[in-house]
């Protein structure tokens, strides 16, 4: 069973950074694909940016490229979302994910481990 630790969260103003941490336990993080995605208050969870670890390759949402970096350290099983020039429209509960195996998904559904969620807000 694998448990996801997010942490960084926070308040920050229009263009400033944030960077937050994912910390997985109870698996081999090698044989999952690590996501992150956000969910705004009314709207539906959606992707922001996901990594096959054994890989390392980064795959983002459109809106966010160029902003937001996600990457991992293999020696504290730890995956990271640093996310520069923040806008009131990233304001959201970022929740950190994984799936089994190296395939890529989009869908919140594909996604079998899921963290508690940690609050980003963007103020203007």
């Known amino acids: 069973q694998v448990q996801l630790v997010e942490s960084g969260g926070g308040l920050v103003q229009a263009g400033g950074s944030l960077r937050l941490s994912c910390a997985a336990s109870?698996?081999?993080?090698?044989?999952?694909?690590m996501g992150w995605f956000r969910q705004a208050p009314g709207k539906e969870r959606e992707f922001v940016a996901a990594m096959p670890w054994s890989t390392g390759s980064t795959h983002y949402v459109d809106y966010v490229k160029g902003r937001f970096t996600i990457s991992r350290d293999n020696a504290k099983n730890t995956v990271y979302l640093q996310m520069n020039s923040l806008k009131p429209e990233d304001t959201a509960v970022y929740y950190c994910a994984a799936r089994l195996g190296s395939g890529l998904a989009y869908r919140a559904e594909a996604y079998n481990y899921w963290g508690q969620g940690t609050q980003v807000t963007v103020s203007s």
């Open positions: 109870g698996g081999t993080a090698s044989t999952y694909t």
